[in-house]
């Protein structure tokens, strides 16, 4: 079921992709027929930049069909992001392209040339506009409906390009009326929309690269959705690892009664782990929490550290508290703000602190982070 999912997702992309190249290619030929004739290089520039974007959508369809190649031995999590890698290409293009413009247009800034517009380049530059945004919109949508951050940035794109065409067609209106030609100025703001498109696009694939945070609205329908199996109290630190747009897996930690045997969390677990995987295709593995229920004192004690531990600031919260029956030690995890620069330092003081206060008892503290909200 998963797979004719991902196949069905990947024709959409590739069907929309091409749906972009073709549109694209053929808003290419007719500008460059109009910039040409009008001897408008905000046109021309106008049109390159539809030839990126159709060499963006070619690029998108050859990324989609290597990152839905299946696991193997050698990438055993798959290929899905090569994904991000096709992301990074493209900005790239997309900032090649706008620094080329860029040179081009301030040159025709100092030595303009004397343009030729006319009611039908007029026209041609208005149905492109019309063109894009219907383009724009229907590229956003698929994808949102294929989760495809490179269609979704395409269809960002698309809209964006309409402005940009719009702008070109200010400029023409301009040299029409006036006989002004600030062809060059507005193939200069063009390349500056360009590069700044190209930069956000870059900046966004580099972050999904490196690492970003969990999205905050599925982390929480996934602790919710733990938490509503019978025998979980609470769900903690977790963590997921993207492996491209469609793949993800991570781990959990979950809270339990601790007269609990070993078959029972056996069961639990895989109980846990099935219901995640059906209903967001997701693979966590699961941990377990031992909440106490047979030491009244031993529940105090956890009352009043947690309340201790609001006196600082940087600790977001506590969890995981339990007592080490041979040695006496208390253990429990404190979730440290990002913003602490020496969270080793924060834990001894925390330990100190509290053994100070609760004279005969060792803390021992484990350093966390909130990884997801």
Not at 238 to 255: D, E, F, I, K, W
Not at 257 to 262: L, R, V
Not at 316 to 322: D, N, P, T
Request: charged share 20%; glycine share 8%; hydrophobic share 45%.
């Amino acid at each position: 079921m998963a797979a004719s999912k991902e196949t069905l997702r990947d024709r959409l992309i590739v069907r929309t992709s091409v749906v972009g190249i073709v549109t694209n290619l053929c808003l290419v030929a007719f500008k460059l027929l109009v910039g040409v004739l009008a001897n408008s290089i905000a046109i021309i520039l106008d049109a390159m930049n539809n030839l990126s974007d159709a060499l963006s959508s070619v690029i998108t369809i050859l990324g989609t069909k290597l990152a839905g190649r299946p696991p193997d031995q050698k990438h055993p999590f798959g290929y899905g992001r090569v994904e991000y890698l096709t992301g990074i290409l493209i900005a790239g293009i997309i900032l090649f392209a706008g620094a080329s413009f860029a040179v081009t247009s301030v040159q025709k800034i100092f030595t303009p040339d004397e343009t030729h517009y006319t009611t039908v380049t007029v026209v041609i530059v208005a149905v492109a506009i019309v063109t894009k945004l219907v383009l724009g919109a229907y590229t956003k949508k698929m994808g949102k409906e294929t989760d495809s951050s490179a269609l979704a940035a395409s269809g960002a794109d698309a809209t964006f390009d309409a402005v940009i065409s719009a702008g070109t067609l200010a400029g023409a209106l301009v040299t029409m009326a006036s006989g002004v030609v600030i062809d060059g100025w507005i193939g200069c703001i063009i390349s500056v929309v360009i590069l700044k498109a190209g930069l956000e696009m870059l900046l966004d694939t580099l972050s999904s690269i490196v690492g970003r945070r969990a999205d905050a609205q599925l982390a929480q329908e996934l602790k919710t959705r733990l938490c509503s199996i019978d025998g979980i109290l609470g769900a903690y630190d977790l963590v997921l690892h993207n492996y491209g747009p469609t793949r993800a897996m991570g781990s959990v930690n979950v809270a339990v009664y601790d007269w609990h045997t070993a078959a029972d969390l056996h069961a639990l677990s895989k109980k846990a782990q099935a219901l995640i995987w059906e209903e967001y295709r997701i693979y966590l593995y699961i941990g377990f929490y031992a909440v106490n229920t047979h030491d009244d004192a031993l529940r105090v004690l956890e009352d009043q550290v947690r309340g201790e531990c609001k006196a600082y600031p940087e600790v977001l919260s506590i969890h995981a508290f339990f007592e080490n029956q041979e040695t006496g030690t208390i253990s429990f995890d404190a979730v440290v703000d990002f913003a602490c620069r020496d969270s080793l330092a924060l834990i001894h003081r925390m330990e100190e602190d509290l053994a100070a206060k609760h004279p005969g008892r060792r803390f021992a503290i484990k350093i966390d982070r909130a990884y997801s909200d």
